[in-house]
């Protein structure tokens, strides 16, 4: 898909004030680490995250997302009466009804003919989201919008501490799915598309591709089952290595699919943003894709895992702290469990 039409007019984030390192998890595992003999480190040996960011307990996404749309739409200096979508797109929600893009729109004072939903789609989220945006503003439809999305991890991490406590049959076999759950942390991140008739910063949307491997939609699953687990915390298992080979493979075939659309080849790239998982996987996807990771901005050592909202935050900081330039080609480079992939050209 390409753009004529369409421009980055914001990137904004909010992050906790809690820091939760590795090493402070671990220590609430020792008995876990003692009996079965691994060692101290693991985690962030494994992961390269030293740390992650908590909300308050009993934070909900929808409050703090009500926070960053509208530090965006006001960031972006566009009337807020050019805004006709609105789109709640990270994995945590209020609950299942409304959607709870409902109180963001409420809190930000939208108009009325803003349309409202929420997008549900692992880690993508809030990237399609864009693409709906992005769409809508081609065909004329709106003028602007905002995506925005609030990971809470608490409830994740703190939860599969528990179970890991509680279950005396775990091996160094059987806790191997429940690892990935410990790199989750929180953040929120909100992105303002317009119409470059009204940008001011002219930074275009060129487009991008979209692609999915749906064979590998069981390699990472997550949920609430009360009866399980006897609260209301969601729980997650990932076969990582599954998980992490696969995925590449997606994106891998997803970049060659987007350079195709964008014209592009490797050295187009001047800059590049990618979902947080890990530095094995930043490392392989990389190698793979024959990007530089030198032009990559990585955030997963002080923020971990942010889900839906990892990339946008990610881009967020690259921009503020002067990581792009006037000109720049951008990419950025999404994947999410599923597993699915959405990657976009940005002209700076």
Same mark, same amino acid.
């Given at each position: 898909?390409?753009?004529?039409?369409?421009?980055?007019?914001?990137?904004?984030?909010?992050?906790?004030?809690?820091?939760?390192?590795?090493? %402070?998890?671990?220590?609430? @595992?020792?008995?876990?680490?003692?009996? $079965? =003999? *691994?060692?101290? #480190?693991? /985690?962030? +040996?494994?992961?390269?995250?030293?740390?992650?960011?908590?909300?308050?307990?009993?934070?909900?996404?929808?409050?703090?997302?009500?926070?960053?749309?509208?530090?965006?739409?006001?960031?972006?200096?566009?009337?807020?009466?050019?805004?006709?979508?609105?789109?709640?797109?990270?994995?945590?929600?209020?609950?299942?009804?409304?959607?709870?893009?409902?109180?963001?729109?409420?809190?930000?004072?939208?108009? %009325?003919?803003?349309?409202? @939903?929420?997008?549900?789609?692992?880690? $993508? =989220? *809030?990237?399609? #989201?864009? /693409?709906? +945006?992005?769409?809508?503003?081609?065909?004329?439809?709106?003028?602007?919008?905002?995506?925005?999305?609030?990971?809470?991890?608490?409830?994740?991490?703190?939860?599969?501490i528990e179970t890991l406590l509680a279950d005396g049959s775990l091996t160094r076999q059987t806790i191997k799915p429940a690892f990935a759950s410990l790199t989750i942390g929180s953040g929120s991140a909100a992105i303002v598309l317009c119409d470059?008739?009204?940008?001011?910063?002219?930074?275009? @949307?060129?487009?991008?591709?979209?692609?999915?491997?749906?064979?590998?939609?069981? /390699?990472?699953?997550?949920?609430?089952?009360?009866?399980?687990?006897?609260?209301?915390?969601?729980?997650?298992?990932?076969?990582?290595?599954?998980?992490?080979?696969?995925?590449?493979?997606?994106?891998?075939?997803?970049?060659?699919?987007?350079?195709?659309?964008?014209?592009?080849?490797?050295?187009?790239?001047?800059?590049?943003?990618?979902?947080?998982?890990?530095?094995?996987?930043?490392?392989?996807?990389?190698?793979?894709?024959?990007?530089?990771?030198?032009?990559?901005?990585?955030?997963?050592?002080?923020?971990?895992?942010?889900?839906?909202?990892?990339?946008?935050?990610?881009?967020?900081?690259?921009?503020?702290?002067?990581?792009?330039?006037?000109?720049?080609?951008?990419?950025?480079?999404?994947?999410?469990?599923?597993?699915?992939?959405?990657?976009?050209?940005?002209?700076?």
């Open positions: 898909m390409r753009f004529q039409h369409v421009c980055v007019e914001t990137l904004c984030y909010r992050l906790p004030d809690e820091v939760v390192t590795s090493a %402070a998890l671990e220590q609430r @595992l020792a008995p876990v680490y003692e009996r $079965l =003999g *691994l060692p101290a #480190g693991r /985690l962030e +040996l494994m992961t390269g995250i030293r740390e992650r960011r908590f909300f308050p307990p009993g934070t909900r996404p929808g409050q703090i997302s009500a926070l960053t749309a509208r530090d965006a739409v006001q960031a972006s200096g566009l009337d807020p009466a050019h805004f006709g979508l609105l789109v709640h797109g990270s994995v945590c929600r209020d609950q299942l009804e409304p959607a709870t893009a409902s109180s963001v729109h409420h809190a930000t004072g939208l108009p %009325a003919e803003t349309l409202v @939903l929420d997008v549900s789609n692992a880690c $993508l =989220g *809030l990237l399609n #989201g864009c /693409l709906l +945006l992005a769409n809508m503003i081609e065909l004329g439809q709106v003028s602007a919008g905002v995506i925005v999305g609030t990971e809470i991890g608490r409830g994740l991490v703190e939860g599969t470059r008739r009204l940008s001011r910063t002219g930074h275009r @949307l060129l487009g991008g591709s979209v692609r999915s491997d749906t064979a590998a939609y069981q /390699l990472c699953a997550g949920g609430i089952a009360v009866e399980d687990h006897g609260d209301d915390r969601p729980r997650m298992t990932t076969d990582s290595e599954a998980l992490l080979h696969a995925g590449v493979e997606l994106a891998a075939a997803t970049w060659e699919q987007t350079r195709n659309v964008l014209g592009w080849d490797n050295g187009s790239v001047d800059k590049s943003f990618t979902h947080q998982v890990g530095r094995a996987h930043r490392n392989l996807l990389y190698e793979r894709l024959g990007i530089d990771p030198g032009k990559d901005f990585a955030t997963i050592e002080f923020l971990g895992n942010t889900g839906a909202t990892a990339l946008p935050i990610a881009a967020a900081l690259g921009a503020e702290q002067g990581h792009l330039e006037a000109g720049d080609k951008v990419a950025w480079l999404g994947i999410g469990s599923g597993l699915s992939s959405v990657m976009l050209g940005i002209e700076w």
